[in-house]
């Protein structure tokens, strides 16, 4: 009883205090504490500090990571020490974030910028409105048409062409030389680019020269400054390093010229009938060289080139086999194709092809890398060139890539912004046709055989053997033709080591044909056949002037070197107007195939790895490796390729510590010349976007299918178990599977038989099939019964349609050079926070042993 | 107003349900259509909801001339017209001796019977009427034939139908009718309807539309459960085929109309 008693007395006592304190004695300790200062909201008013005081524990637990049942002991640890957790990572993954926002193809921090403007955007986009819908409206378009009829009327008077030639070459010489005071130069600057914002306008090809002509007036302006006034230096280092950046910058010139020659007017081929009788068409041989390439890539391209269209008896494919292999040999006895294997292996690619030069006869041969699958109207489309043009010797199609390179991929740029070959095969082709200077590209592309046999086949001393071939053939009178019209689609290299590895071997080739036989100088070639291979040859050599571009600004904010004997405001006064102007007109020229400031991102990446290659080919041309790329591999873990990117690293790092230099060189040494500082500070800025987008590049994005997928949009019937049929669409293609989309979801059990119909024509082929996987409106199919003749209908439905690929011009986008700097700027900040996280991630490992995440 | 004639050259070739899809997939598009049943098998009510056989009809007219047929016409609730055969007794017993042996008599004197009967009705502009009729050859198709100002051979993928079709084209050609052939019931799985389909494609040219109806057996489900099958089943092939199919009729039909125009115009 003695031991009762106090207990119940605590009881009593707390019940009374519970009472007094508006709490029931269960409640939790918190609570008791929160009542002991703040009283009890009276009946039906809201209880402001209890919601207050819960919202602050959540938040607290949420922050020190701890449970709810948790002891006061674990609070106090997490006070002091943090536990291990995952780390957020910093830089967006790009695809959910697309995702998240649909189909639009704005840009990311586009959207973030226009959303903090979102009020002064309105206002102001409210006010232009108001003043446009009072202007009269002008119709650009019929502005175009005027123009191009009136250069039609004045391009039959005789002899003006000519005068008008000789006036512009007087008065761009005057223009280029005239002194003029910084202030006049700067309203110069102002009406040329009023008048290019309003030449921007107006369609056509003349408005484009009137725009391209400007460039070169300003240009030369610029050129005129810069060898006059700029080249006195103070000292003998100074000087090294000016000429440096003015050997780099004539390098520049030269490019931008001969590049606005070489596209001043793209031909625009359609291509030409053959003749009614298809007795007479001619005999072609389809050399398909491979070498180590899986059977589940060279496969397709094969059945695909057996089923164009051609007479049965005029069209023959050989499987030209390098690696020898059995299977390879069993497969085209199989499906019927000639197979040719050679003893040694000499020359690559180039020695497998004149190997079966020797051993067939057709007049024309085509040839297709063992990936590029062409489709039915291959021979059809091309073929025409030939008998309208006795004297052409190839017609080249473009290389077309169903699949994201690695840019595309890991940027998660795939049909939103061109990618870096969509300019040579959408423009710069299309303008060499105009001055016939074509040059083969080594795969879908027609070649005449008397022409190639005269120059002794392939060409085997380069390692770029297409455009050297094609260089030889011209030197000999011949003419080429370049068809914009795709007609085989291909796998785009998959890792970019495997891409960079390409270009090296391009950029190697092309030094070693510039040296050895430069289109420059010899005989058989015209004027503009020599700037247009000499274009493309020298375009390999950016690698040393991107890297003076990119180190420079060092120069000045670590040194205080002046590279640049000129003061700020003069600067601006001739460099802002060339830059402004000469990418406006570039942006007007290249449009839709390159966008604006994406050519800084594609060549900084690889200036690296090309500087070498081509100053050793340039050097000694005999030196050198040929390398096949790798084609059709899988990238299982996404990882940050640490052996490609870290020159850029370095790189990176030098120009963001000149940063901090030019912040300390402003507040210290060089306060009389602030200006100065800056700009070389943007410069170094705009380096580091793009050397950040150069890193983020070697960010692999993880590829999960193991046989490669292919993309691919066509309309297929599928037939259920029960009989019942439904309209869909494939949405991509492996061997041996095909994803499909459905237009309602539907329950299928994994592994239930399935039948899918493909058309060709008004032909159904029918596949039998098992459900391999099936998630609401995404079907996954297995075939059955898998054959060569199976595979060859399939293709036929698919990739050799010949309206596969028709539509890929309309998927791009026409540039517009404000939006394409905001996207490449913020590529370049994804590329930096993708460092970030690679270097916090290895530190994690190392010292802290966290899970890293991935996803 | 056109007339499409819908006939086939066998049995089974799917013809009435075509008919009846085919009349809603044209009024979706904006064309007052009436499907005019000119076959004695009297089904195509069902297709229309109707759980028994309709009783009046076509049939009505023939036994006693007068305009007691113009009440016979039924309408869904999509809009479209319906005219069955209808019963030749009130009890919807198959006609007597001497009933059978009267509409015979109709329809075989007097070529043009369903010709002039259909110029009576007043559809507005851009009207089709669809006539479903029994297999080829057989009077009734005859006399839906001359009626039609489009004749669409139905073509079911069977060996029997390839058969008959050389006479049919005869036919037709003879009887100055233009018209265009469609496979109906293809299954890709089969390689027979395939084959077929070349032969046919070999034939016919540019005559056979590049629709071909798919085979579905939801088709004879929708039907059993008094569904359209168009509506029921959006997504199936076999609806995708005949939206198709509707759409090729409809351009023909407003083709045929600014032709004729032109032409009255050409003439004044």
């Known amino acids: 009883m003695s031991g009762a008693a106090p207990v119940r007395l605590k009881d009593r006592a707390k019940q009374l205090l519970a009472r007094q304190l508006g709490v029931e004695p269960g409640d939790s300790g918190s609570l008791w504490a929160l009542r002991l200062v703040f009283r009890p909201p009276r009946e039906g008013q809201r209880d402001w500090v209890l919601h207050w005081f819960q919202g602050m ?44 926002r649909g189909e639009r193809r704005g840009s990311l921090l586009l959207g973030r910028i226009s959303a903090w403007l979102q009020p002064v955007h309105g206002v102001v986009s409210k006010a232009g409105h108001r003043v446009s819908a009072r202007l009269p409206s002008i119709p650009w378009s019929g502005v175009g048409e005027h123009i191009a009829r009136w250069s039609a009327v004045l391009d039959r008077l005789p002899y003006l062409k000519v005068v008008i030639l000789l006036m512009a070459f007087a008065v761009g010489a005057a223009f280029w030389t005239t002194p003029l005071q910084l202030s006049e ?273 392939i060409a085997v001393e380069t390692v770029t053997e297409d455009a050297h071939t094609s260089l030889k053939i011209h030197r000999r009178g011949y003419r080429t033709a370049y068809l914009r019209i795709v007609q085989a689609a291909g796998l785009a290299t998959e890792s970019l080591s495997g891409h960079i590895g390409q270009r090296i071997r391009w950029a190697r080739g092309m030094a070693q044909i510039f040296r050895i036989d430069t289109p420059l100088f010899g005989k058989g070639l015209k004027f503009f056949q020599r700037i247009c291979y000499s274009n493309a040859m020298l ?26 004997n000129a003061d ?93 230099a030019g912040v300390v060189r402003i507040f210290t040494v060089e306060r009389d010349e602030p200006i100065t500082v800056l700009m070389n500070m943007v410069w170094a800025l705009f380096n580091v976007a793009m050397l950040g987008a150069a890193v983020g590049v070697a960010k692999e994005t993880r590829q999960v299918r193991v046989s490669h997928h292919v993309p691919l949009r066509v309309p297929a019937t599928l037939i259920l178990s029960n009989g019942k049929t439904m309209a869909c669409h494939t949405q991509d293609y492996s061997t041996g599977g095909l994803a499909i989309v459905l237009p309602e979801a539907m329950p299928l059990e994994r592994g239930e038989a399935i039948g899918v119909a493909l058309s060709r024509g008004e032909l159904d082929y029918y596949f039998s099939a098992v459900v391999a996987r099936c998630n609401g409106v995404h079907l996954g199919l297995k075939f059955e019964e898998w054959s060569h003749e199976k595979e060859t209908q399939l293709i036929q439905c698919t990739f050799g349609r010949a309206d596969a690929w028709v539509r890929w011009e309309e998927q791009l986008v026409p540039d517009s050079p404000l939006q394409s700097f905001v996207e490449v700027i913020e590529m370049g900040i994804q590329g930096v926070l993708r460092l970030l996280d690679a270097c916090l991630e290895g530190i994690g490992s190392v010292f802290l042993r966290r899970p890293s995440q991935r996803g | ?55 009046q009809g076509l049939v009505t007219q023939l036994l006693s001339p007068g305009d007691g047929w113009s009440h016979a016409a039924l309408q869904s609730e999509d809009g479209v017209l319906w005219l069955p055969w209808g019963s030749a007794r009130d009890d919807a017993r ?175």
């Not at chain 1, 780390?87 to 995702?99: D, T, W």
């Not at chain 1, 025409?384 to 991929?409: L, M, N, W, Y």
């Not at chain 1, 105009?434 to 055989?449: D, E, H, K, L, Y």
């Not at chain 2, 044209?26 to 056989?53: F, Q």
Request: proline share 6%.
């Open chain 1, 57 to 100: 524990e959540r938040r607290l637990r949420s922050e020190l990571d701890v449970n709810a049942d948790a002891s006061i002991g674990t609070w106090i640890k997490h006070l002091f020490f943090r536990p291990p957790r995952r780390r957020v990572r910093l830089a967006a993954n790009l695809r959910s974030v697309r995702h998240h």
């Open chain 1, 539 to 564: 375009h390999f050599f950016y690698g040393i002037p991107r890297l003076i571009f990119i180190l420079m600004p060092s120069a000045f904010l670590f040194f205080g070197l002046h590279v640049f």
């Open chain 1, 568 to 660: 700020a405001l003069a600067v601006m006064a001739y460099v802002l107007p060339y830059l402004f102007i000469s990418g406006l007109a570039n942006s007007r020229i290249q449009g839709q195939y390159r966008h604006s400031f994406w050519a800084e991102v594609y060549e900084s990446v690889l200036a690296w790895y090309t500087v070498l290659p081509t100053t050793v080919a340039f050097i000694n041309p005999k030196k050198g490796k040929f390398n096949v790329t790798a084609k059709g591999g899988l990238i299982e873990q996404e990882y940050l390729d640490w052996g490609t990117s870290k020159p850029y690293v370095w790189l990176l790092a030098i120009n963001l510590v000149a940063l901090v």
């Open chain 1, 185 to 457: 130069q700067f309203r110069l600057f102002i009406v040329v680019a009023a008048v290019m914002l309003v030449t921007r306008f107006i369609p056509g090809r003349w408005p484009t020269m009137l725009m391209v002509s400007l460039s070169i007036l300003m240009t030369g302006r610029y050129m005129w400054w810069r060898v006059t006034q700029t080249l006195n230096f103070a000292s003998p280092i100074e000087a090294v390093f000016g000429y440096l950046l003015f050997m780099a910058e004539i390098y520049t010139w030269i490019v931008l010229f001969f590049g606005y020659m070489q596209t001043a007017w793209p031909l625009n081929r359609q291509p030409a009938a053959l003749p009614d009788d298809p007795e007479s068409w001619p005999t072609v041989d389809v050399y398909i060289p491979t070498y180590n390439e899986p059977m589940s890539v060279v496969s397709p391209t094969v059945l695909a080139a057996k089923s164009m269209d051609w007479p049965r008896d005029k069209l023959r494919v050989y499987l030209l086999d390098d690696g020898s292999r059995e299977e390879f040999q069993h497969f085209a006895e199989q499906v019927g194709v000639g197979y040719i294997a050679r003893e040694e292996h000499h020359f690559a690619k180039a020695g497998n092809i004149n190997n079966a030069l020797k051993l067939t006869s057709g007049d024309f041969i085509a040839i297709f890398d063992c990936d590029h699958i062409p489709t039915r109207s291959f021979l059809q489309t091309t073929m025409g060139e030939f008998t309208v043009d006795p004297k052409c010797a190839i017609v080249q199609t473009p290389h077309h890539f169903f699949s994201p390179d690695p840019f595309e991929r890991n940027f998660d740029t795939f049909l939103r912004i061109p990618n870096e070959g969509s300019l040579f095969y959408g423009l710069i082709q299309d303008g060499n046709d105009f001055w016939n200077a074509t040059f083969f590209c080594g795969s879908c592309a027609v070649i005449c055989r008397v022409p190639l046999e005269e120059v002794g086949g």
């Open chain 2, 94 to 268: 198959e006609p007597d001796a001497a009933q059978a042996a009267a509409i015979a008599a109709t329809l075989h004197n007097h070529p043009l019977w369903l010709r002039d009967l259909l110029a009576q009705v007043d559809l507005p502009e851009p009207g089709i009427t669809l006539v479903d009729t029994a297999a080829w050859p057989s009077i009734h198709a005859t006399q839906a034939i001359h009626a039609a100002d489009l004749v669409l051979v139905v073509l079911p993928p069977q060996v029997q139908a390839a058969a008959t079709l050389q006479r049919l084209r005869h036919e037709l050609r003879a009887m100055g009718k233009t018209s265009v052939y469609v496979a109906n019931a293809i299954s890709p799985a089969s390689q027979l309807h395939t084959d077929i389909l070349v032969l046919l494609r070999d034939t016919l040219g540019a005559a056979l539309l590049s629709y071909r109806v798919h085979a579905d057996t939801g088709i004879p489900e929708a039907l059993a459960r008094n569904e359209n099958f168009c509506r029921s089943a959006p997504h199936s092939q076999a609806a995708h085929d005949m939206q198709g199919l509707a759409s090729w009729l409809s351009h023909w039909v407003h083709d045929a109309s600014r032709r004729a125009e032109s032409a009255a115009g050409g003439t004044t």
């Open chain 2, 1 to 55: 107003m056109k007339t499409i004639a819908i006939i086939a050259p066998a049995g089974g070739a799917g013809r009435t349900t075509l008919t009846a899809e085919l009349a809603g997939l044209l009024m979706a598009r904006r064309h007052p259509v009436l499907a005019v049943e000119c076959d004695p098998r009297n089904v195509l009510s069902l297709h229309v909801g109707l759980r028994e056989p309709a009783r």
